[in-house]
């Protein structure tokens, strides 16, 4: 570890209707007063633990050496286990259910997980239905203060750790299919697939049967057209230049889409 942290940050699907930000907020304040906390988001869609899990195996990596809360918990009150995990680049505090995984694989892996069941170090009720608030929150809190993550309860083999399916990516001749990771605010659709998979293709290409631009940023395209780049996370995405790309390909997350070369490149000998 490099030393006590002093952040904690916090991602969850509450929204912001509601107290259950500012009732975990007010938790972390009441026990550790002095530490900064800082909200990744709180609009991740209801129960969608694969895009809470992606937002926040993006975000961690560029946030200060913390304690990093996630709360997409459709299981809550369950058999799930609550657990903390350490890695090189931080901590992570949530449910055991594919959540924090790749967030600690982007902060250097496990090295230590342990399951949340000593008392002492949860809120003095727990609810069945608000974790976020009367266990993550005070676990998080007490890490923060420099307790070791051994202190809130028994070690867990990392190996038994629950791990979210792995999303499809297939790389074929003259392209590549891959399933959507994630669509954003802007509606930008970020596909589960490495930017370099798009190396060598040319410069227009068919995505689902639409024409775009392989470009390196959203002006490369007309307003109004597709553009398929290499996003802030190094992942394949696809926008609309002043639009939204998820509506132009009517897709959701889990959807696969296409990349291909356009017909005429392949006829005209593109370079591959």
Do not use: K
């Not at 790749?102 to 902060?107: G, S």
């Not at 028994?154 to 979210?164: F, K, S, W």
């Not at 109004?224 to 639009?243: C, E, H, K, P, W």
Request: net charge negative.
């Amino acid at each position: 570890m490099n030393g006590i942290p002093r952040c904690v940050s916090l991602t969850t699907d509450y929204g912001l209707a509601d107290g259950f930000v500012a009732a975990c907020h007010g938790v972390l304040a009441r026990l550790a007063p002095a530490v900064r906390v800082i909200d990744v988001t709180h609009l991740v869609p209801p129960a969608d633990v694969r895009r809470g899990a992606a937002v926040l195996a993006q975000t961690v990596p560029y946030l200060p050496w913390g304690v990093h809360v996630a709360v997409v918990d459709p299981g809550v009150g369950t058999t799930r286990r609550g657990i903390a995990l350490a890695a090189p680049g931080g901590l992570l505090v949530g449910p055991d259910n594919g959540l924090l995984v790749p967030a600690a694989e982007a902060l250097g892996g496990v090295t230590e997980a342990v399951e949340l069941t000593n008392p002492d170090w949860l809120g003095p009720v727990v609810s069945r239905t608000f974790h976020g608030r009367d266990v993550f929150a005070p676990v998080a809190a007490r890490l923060a203060l420099g307790a070791p993550p051994a202190e809130a309860g028994p070690a867990v083999d990392p190996g038994t750790l629950v791990r979210l399916p792995e999303p499809v990516v297939r790389a074929e001749p003259g392209g590549l299919s891959a399933e959507v990771l994630t669509v954003d605010h802007f509606g930008n659709v970020q596909l589960a697939a490495p930017g370099t998979l798009l190396d060598g293709l040319p410069s227009r290409v068919l995505v689902n049967g639409h024409e775009a631009v392989h470009g390196r940023t959203f002006g490369d395209a007309e307003p109004g057209t597709l553009v398929v780049y290499v996003d802030s996370a190094a992942q394949v995405a696809i926008a609309v230049n002043t639009g939204r790309a998820a509506d132009t390909l009517q897709t959701t997350p889990g959807a696969l889409v296409t990349i291909t070369r356009l017909p005429r490149d392949l006829a005209l000998g593109a370079p591959a």
